[in-house]
C-alpha cells in the first residue's frame, strides 16, 4: 500500500470515527496527541515479519482465520519467547499502559488529570509486591519461560513498527520485565479481589444508623441457590466467625473513602461457569461452560493463543503480560475461573503521633517505613509523594484520615506457577496439586477432564482473623495498634509463610460433582468460615441451574450447543419477581383514575400492556426489556436516594437489585410514599426519560457504546461501532451497559474433544488489523468459532536460532 493510500485510509477512518467531522476537525480533535508524522501514518502498514532470530531457539507461527496463533516448538523456552514476540505485536500498547497504571506512570503521558489515580497505583505498590513475586517465580521451573516471554516482547519492539497508539501520543515503550509480568498478576487479582467495602459499610452505618445498615446491606443474601447445595461436600471448616459490627467511621471519613473506591474492582464484576458430568452428556464425556464478566474494552482484556510443545498442547485466553492460558484447555481437561467474592483485604487505623512520623503498635511507638517516590507529569511538574508502611501494608491518607491496608496479593504469591502446571496437568490429581499453588487471587475453580472427572474448588487464601482470641470476620475496620485481625505468617512485600489461613483441605470444594454451577453467589449455603460478604446477587446462578435441572430431569443429554444457548440466556430474575407487582400497582392507578373519572393515562396503559405480553427477556429488539431496564434503575434511586442524599453519599453506595427488590411494604424506604405508589412514579420517570431520548426497544439504549478504546475519547476511531446488545446485569447472558461489564470471553468444552469460544471483539489490538472487532458481531450473537489445536499450513511467522 502506497504512503497516498495510506493516508485516505487513515484519514477517512479519522473522520468517521468522531461523527462525521471532517479531517481537519478530526486532526484538531486530536491535538493532544502528537503531530501525524510518517511514522504515524505508517502504523496502517504494519506485518509481522515471517523470519525472526530468537536466542531461545526454533518456533514457528501460525494464525488461523480469527487470527490466534498458534505456537510450535521443540523446547518451551523457543515457545514462550515467540508468545511473548505474538503478544507484543498484537497488543503492545495495551501491554505498555496495563504497565503504566499499575506502576503509577500514566500521568507521564496524560497530565495532572490521571494524578490522583498514580498516587493510589504509587503508594499501594504494587510494583513492589510484583518484585517480591518474581524473586520466588524466578527460582521455579516457570521462571525461565517467563523471562524468555519477556524476550520475545524486547525483541517485537525493537523488531516491529509501534502500533498506532505509540506514534500518536509521540513515545516509545521501554523494555518490558520478568517482573512486568508479575505485575499483570497482581492487576488482575486487584481487579477481581480489591474491595473497601468495610470503609463504606462504616459510613452507611455513621451516617444512617446500624438499622439501615443491616436492613440494605445484610450479611448474606436470602436465597437458596448456593454454589454447593446440599447434596455436595463443601469441605470441613471451623464454625467459629463472629461477625459482629462495623466501627471506624470516625477515623476514615468521606473523602478517603470516596477516593479509594474509585479503585475496586469495576461494578458488576463477575463470571459464570457451569460443569455437568459425562452422564448427562451427548457424547459420554463431561462439559465446562464459561464466561467471565470484566470490564469490556477495544482491544478485549482477554487475548487467545495455543501452544505446541512436547510438553502440552493447551489453547485459551490469557491477559496480554501473561505468558500461560489462564483459562482454557490443553488435550486432557479444561479450566475456568470466576470470583468467589471473598474478603481478602483488611483496613487498619492507627494511633499516630502528632508530628506523624510514628504509630503505635504492640505497645510501642514505630517509625513508618517510608520512601520517597516522584510521579512525573507531562505539561507540569514533577509531584513528589512519600509511600508508608506500617507492618500490615501501605498506609493511604486523604484530607488527614488515615488508613491502613493488608491485601494477600501484596506478598510473593505462586500463582504464575500454578497456571504453568495447569497447562501441563495430564487429570484431575495433577490439576489438584497445582491448585495448591494458586494463592492469590480467590477463584471459584471448575474442571473436568477426558477421564470423566470433575471439580470444584475454591482457590486462593482465606484468611483467619482474630481479636482477643476470637475469630471474626474481616468485614469491618480493624484497631491496627492494637494487632486486631492480623493474618498469622503474612509478610508484606516478602515471602509469606501463611500460617493465618484456611488450610487447603478444608475450603470450600467438591470432588467430581455431577453438576454444579457458579455466578459468584454465595459458595456455601451454612459456611463454617467466614469467606466474605460480597457475594453477587442470585439471580444468575438460580436460572443456570434452573435451566440444567430441567433438561437432566427430562432425562435428553446435553451437548455444546445446549451449553452455547444456555449461555444466552437473557431471561431476568428481576423481572420476574417485580413484573407482576408493578402490573397491580398499575392496575390499582387504573381503578383509581377510574372512580376520580379523570381517565387513565394512556403513555402509563401502553406501558402496562408491553409489560403484561412481555416475557422477561432483555433482548435488544424489546420494548418491554427497555421499559423494564429503565423503570429498575429509576425505582432503585426513588427508594433510597432521598435518605442517602441528605447524609451525602452517592449512588456508589445503593444497595443492590436484591434488596431493593425484597424490600418488604412496611420498610422505613417508604415511609413517605408507599411501596406500590413509589413503583408507579418510577414507571413514569422512566417513561418520560425514554420519550425524551426517543428510545424504542432495549438495544436503543442498551449497546455496545460502553464498550471503548482507553483513548477513545480523544479518537473515537478507535472504539468498536456502536451495535445494539441483549443481555442486562442479572442474566446469563450479561451486559451492563452502565459500567461496560460482560461477557469478556466465553467457552465451552469438552475435555479431550471439542471447544468453541468467542472474544468481544478480537484478538489484535491493532486498528488497522482484519481482526481488530471481527469478532464483535458473533460475540454478541455467541456464534462462537472452534478452539482447534491442529496444525495445518504454511507457517506466517519461522522462528530461528540466533541473535534478535
Request: proline share 6%; charged share 30%.
Amino acid at each position: 500500500m502506497g504512503d497516498h493510500t495510506r493516508r485516505a485510509v487513515l484519514a477517512g477512518a479519522l473522520a468517521a470515527g468522531v461523527g462525521g467531522l471532517t479531517l481537519s476537525g478530526a486532526r484538531e480533535l486530536l491535538g493532544q496527541f502528537a503531530p501525524l508524522s510518517g511514522t504515524a501514518w505508517d502504523a496502517a502498514d504494519r506485518s509481522i515479519s515471517d523470519r525472526v532470530a530468537s536466542s531461545h531457539g526454533e518456533a514457528t507461527v501460525r494464525y488461523d482465520e480469527d487470527g490466534v496463533p498458534s505456537i510450535d516448538a521443540d523446547a518451551e523456552p523457543a515457545a514462550y519467547f515467540a508468545v511473548g514476540y505474538v503478544q507484543a505485536f498484537d497488543r503492545l500498547a495495551q501491554l505498555d499502559l496495563q504497565r503504566r497504571v499499575m506502576r503509577g506512570r500514566v500521568s507521564e503521558l496524560a497530565g495532572e488529570g490521571t494524578l490522583e489515580d498514580d498516587e493510589f497505583h504509587v503508594a499501594m505498590d504494587f510494583a513492589g509486591a510484583a518484585e517480591a513475586t518474581w524473586e520466588h517465580v524466578a527460582e521455579t521451573p516457570a521462571g525461565p519461560l517467563v523471562e524468555a516471554y519477556a524476550d520475545g516482547v524486547n525483541a517485537a519492539i525493537e523488531r516491529e513498527g509501534l502500533p498506532l497508539e505509540f506514534e500518536l501520543l509521540g513515545y516509545e515503550p521501554e523494555p518490558w520485565t520478568p517482573v512486568d509480568s508479575m505485575l499483570m498478576e497482581k492487576q488482575i487479582s486487584w481487579n477481581l479481589t480489591g474491595n473497601f467495602g468495610e470503609l463504606r459499610r462504616a459510613l452507611v452505618a455513621d451516617r444512617l444508623g446500624e438499622d439501615v445498615l443491616a436492613e440494605l446491606f445484610p450479611e448474606r443474601l436470602d436465597h437458596d441457590v448456593p454454589i454447593l447445595r446440599e447434596s455436595l461436600e463443601a469441605g470441613t471448616l471451623e464454625d467459629d466467625a463472629d461477625v459482629g459490627s462495623v466501627a471506624g467511621a470516625d477515623a476514615v471519613g468521606t473523602a478517603l473513602t470516596d477516593w479509594l473506591s474509585r479503585f475496586e474492582s469495576p461494578p458488576g464484576v463477575g463470571s459464570n461457569s457451569w460443569v455437568v458430568s459425562g452422564e448427562h452428556t451427548e457424547s459420554g464425556l463431561p462439559i465446562v461452560a464459561y464466561d467471565p464478566h470484566l470490564t469490556l474494552m477495544a482491544p478485549p482484556l482477554w487475548y487467545e493463543q495455543h501452544v505446541e510443545t512436547p510438553e502440552t498442547s493447551v489453547r485459551g485466553a490469557t491477559f496480554p503480560g501473561v505468558p500461560f492460558v489462564i483459562a482454557g484447555a490443553n488435550d486432557r481437561g479444561a479450566w475456568s475461573f470466576t470470583n468467589v467474592g471473598a474478603d481478602v483485604l483488611d483496613c487498619y487505623t492507627y494511633e499516630i503521633d502528632d508530628g506523624g512520623e510514628r504509630y503505635r503498635y504492640d505497645g510501642e511507638w514505630r517509625e513508618f517505613d517510608r520512601e520517597e517516590r516522584e510521579i512525573a507529569v507531562a505539561g507540569g511538574d514533577d509531584r513528589p509523594l512519600e509511600v508508608r508502611k506500617t507492618v500490615h501494608g501501605p498506609v493511604l491518607e486523604r484530607e488527614g484520615r488515615t488508613v491502613g491496608v493488608a491485601w494477600t496479593g501484596h506478598t510473593a504469591t505462586r500463582t504464575t506457577e500454578a497456571i504453568y502446571e495447569y497447562e501441563r496437568s495430564d487429570g484431575l490429581e495433577d490439576l489438584l496439586e497445582a491448585t495448591r499453588k494458586f494463592d492469590l487471587p480467590t477463584q471459584n475453580l471448575v474442571y473436568a477432564d477426558a477421564d470423566g472427572r470433575t471439580l470444584y474448588y475454591a482457590t486462593g487464601k482465606l484468611p483467619i482473623r482474630e481479636v482477643d482470641g476470637e475469630v471474626v470476620s474481616g468485614n469491618r475496620i480493624f484497631d491496627g495498634s492494637a494487632g486486631e485481625g492480623e493474618w498469622e505468617g503474612f509478610e508484606p512485600f516478602g515471602e509469606s509463610s501463611w500460617e493465618g489461613f484456611v488450610p487447603f483441605e478444608a475450603k470450600p470444594h467438591a470432588i467430581d460433582p455431577d453438576v454444579l454451577a457458579t455466578a459468584n453467589q454465595r459458595v456455601v449455603d451454612d459456611p463454617d468460615h467466614y469467606i466474605g460478604v460480597a457475594y453477587a446477587t442470585p439471580y444468575r446462578g438460580a436460572r443456570i441451574y434452573d435451566r440444567l435441572d430441567e433438561r437432566i430431569a427430562s432425562g435428553e443429554p446435553t451437548d455444546l450447543e445446549f451449553h452455547r444457548e444456555l449461555q444466552n440466556d437473557t431471561r431476568d430474575g428481576r423481572a420476574e419477581r417485580l413484573v407482576p407487582e408493578l402490573l397491580e400497582a398499575l392496575e390499582g392507578r387504573v381503578e383509581d383514575e377510574a372512580e376520580s373519572d379523570g381517565g387513565s393515562d394512556p403513555l402509563l396503559e401502553d406501558a402496562r400492556e408491553t409489560l403484561a405480553d412481555w416475557e422477561y427477556g432483555m433482548d435488544a429488539d424489546s420494548r418491554g426489556a427497555l421499559l423494564f431496564a429503565r423503570w429498575m434503575d429509576r425505582f432503585r434511586e426513588l427508594v433510597v436516594e432521598p435518605a442517602f442524599e441528605e447524609a451525602g453519599l452517592d449512588e456508589s453506595y445503593y444497595p443492590d437489585d436484591w434488596v431493593i427488590a425484597t424490600l418488604p411494604a412496611d420498610s422505613p424506604r417508604f415511609a413517605e410514599r408507599s411501596r406500590t405508589e413509589t413503583m408507579v412514579a418510577a414507571l413514569e420517570d422512566a417513561l418520560a426519560e425514554i420519550d425524551e431520548a426517543g428510545w424504542k426497544t432495549y438495544g436503543d439504549w442498551n449497546s455496545t457504546r460502553a464498550i471503548d478504546h482507553p483513548f477513545g475519547a480523544e479518537a473515537p476511531f478507535l472504539n468498536y461501532p456502536e451495535l445494539p446488545a441483549d443481555g442486562s446485569r442479572a442474566t446469563v447472558k450479561n451486559y451492563r451497559v452502565e459500567s461496560a461489564v460482560g461477557s469478556s470471553w466465553r467457552m465451552v468444552v469438552e475435555p479431550g474433544g471439542e471447544a468453541t469460544a468467542v472474544l468481544p471483539g478480537g484478538n489484535s489490538g491493532d486498528y488497522f488489523s482484519d481482526h481488530y472487532a471481527d469478532q464483535l458481531e458473533g460475540w454478541l450473537a455467541n456464534d462462537q468459532t472452534p478452539m482447534d489445536r491442529t496444525l495445518e499450513g504454511e507457517p506466517d511467522v519461522v522462528f530461528e536460532e540466533g541473535t534478535p
